[in-house]
């Protein structure tokens, strides 16, 4: 049983650019969810996909976007980076209304914008 | 829309001594989880509380529920320095299975 994986590890991006993140979710699971991961601060929920499908968001723009596909691998895009989006993603992965064991993280992607 | 704290922010605190974390949320919830987050690292699943009086215990850490009172606790016994690391609790809102909310955390230093 593989656990979730991220890439890249690190990025580093110029403000005004665009970004791409990639997560495997865990073996068995069907759901993705993204969370953002200032330095010091608790994880910030940005949305989560269940069959490809946004199933909730928070208080993120527009500019942050995501995919899930067929496989539930997920991608999460960020238009128009600005400097506070500098951060830890992390992506995590659950069986959708199985609760009891949470989600599984992956090790994250850390992405400076200069 | 659901608060998490949690208190203390920071705790240092000498080995083989005892503390307690809190941890209290605004709305209703029947579940909470804790993680533990080593520095520049990914979230570790700690504990999972299922309902109201759950209590679970690993090693030296022991984690309570209350949902009526809203609050959960994380006990540390006899630290050591190894517990060194960011905890944070997290809950879902009623009624929804996304969203997992996060609490502020609560950065742990056991010195020597």
């Known amino acids: 049983e593989t656990g979730v994986t991220q890439s890249p590890t690190h990025l580093i991006k110029t403000r005004g650019q665009q970004v791409t993140l990639r997560c495997s979710s865990q073996?068995?699971?069907?759901?993705v969810s993204w969370y953002q991961q200032a330095l010091g601060q608790g994880p910030q929920f940005i949305f989560q996909?269940?069959?490809?499908?946004?199933?909730g968001r928070g208080n993120f723009p527009p500019r942050f976007s995501g995919l899930q596909f067929p496989n539930y691998s997920s991608e999460l895009n960020v238009n128009a980076l600005e400097l506070d989006d500098s951060a830890l993603y992390l992506c995590?992965?659950?069986?959708?209304?199985?609760?009891?064991?949470?989600?599984?993280f992956g090790s994250g992607t850390r992405l400076t914008v200069v | 829309e659901l608060k998490v704290e949690q208190n203390p922010l920071f705790l240092s605190m000498q080995e083989g001594k005892n503390y307690t974390i809190y941890c209290n949320y605004s709305?209703?919830?029947?579940?909470l989880y804790w993680y533990r987050q080593d520095p520049g690292k990914s979230l570790e699943s700690l504990f999972v509380?299922?309902?109201?009086?759950a209590v679970k215990q690993e090693g030296r850490l022991m984690a309570s529920l209350d949902t009526k009172a809203r609050l959960s606790t994380l006990h540390i016994t006899a630290a050591v320095h190894d517990l060194s690391a960011t905890y944070f609790c997290?809950?879902?809102?009623?009624?929804?299975?996304?969203?997992?909310?996060f609490g502020t955390g609560t950065r742990l230093q056991v010195t020597l």
């Open positions: 997290a809950v879902f809102p009623t009624g929804t299975a996304s969203k997992l909310t």
């Open positions: 996909y269940y069959r490809e499908e946004e199933n």
């Open positions: 995590a992965s659950s069986l959708l209304g199985v609760l009891d064991y949470g989600y599984t």
């Open positions: 709305t209703t919830s029947d579940r």
């Open positions: 073996s068995g699971h069907n759901t």
């Open positions: 509380l299922l309902s109201n009086g």
